[in-house]
């Protein structure tokens, strides 16, 4: 089983994919762009996020073949897609379609209704609603189904939480 959590920048997806990982034993993957940022000496180029999307695209390859656990992805190719198109003005249609080919039982896309929190690597604090829409509107391209996640704390826990019990089979 694979749950992809995706949205804007402070939306709360590394707190709701954590949450998840730990509540349903699951493995988290955590979100790789962050840690290659962070090592970073100098801006982020368009050549780093072909980077972190290679990344990206080879550890789906590697939990793809281990069918045997639930991961928690926080972020996927999707964010590199949305990044090079954004920032970029870049349309990877290559990327797309590999985006396109990887299967994940459940998407969530959490919504940029919670409060921004300042981040060294966050920018985009009043385009979050923009950067929301290009996602919808990217996952519906691809023909992906997914769930918006919304609320504060512990309802918008309690929401993901419900979607992948039901995923799971679980009450």
Not at 36 to 60: G, N
Not at 126 to 146: A, D, G, M, V
């Amino acid at each position: 089983m694979k749950i992809a959590i995706l949205g804007a920048e402070s939306t709360g997806k590394t707190t709701l994919a954590q949450v998840l990982a730990e509540r349903f034993d699951a493995v988290l993957v955590p979100e790789y762009a962050r840690k290659y940022v962070d090592e970073l000496q100098e801006a982020i180029k368009m050549a780093d996020v072909y980077k972190i999307a290679q990344h990206q695209i080879l550890e789906y390859n590697e939990v793809a073949a281990n069918s045997k656990a639930v991961y928690v992805f926080d972020t996927t190719l999707l964010t590199s897609i949305v990044w090079l198109e954004d920032k970029y003005s870049v349309f990877d249609e290559d990327l797309f379609n590999t985006w396109k080919n990887q299967n994940f039982d459940l998407i969530l896309l959490c919504l940029p209704d919670l409060p921004w929190e300042f981040d060294p690597q966050r920018s985009d604090e009043h385009r979050r609603f923009e950067l929301h829409e290009k996602y919808q509107i990217l996952l519906k391209k691809s023909n992906k189904k997914f769930a918006v996640i919304d609320g504060f704390d512990h309802k918008r826990n309690q929401k993901a939480f419900k979607k992948v019990a039901k995923l799971l089979g679980k009450n």
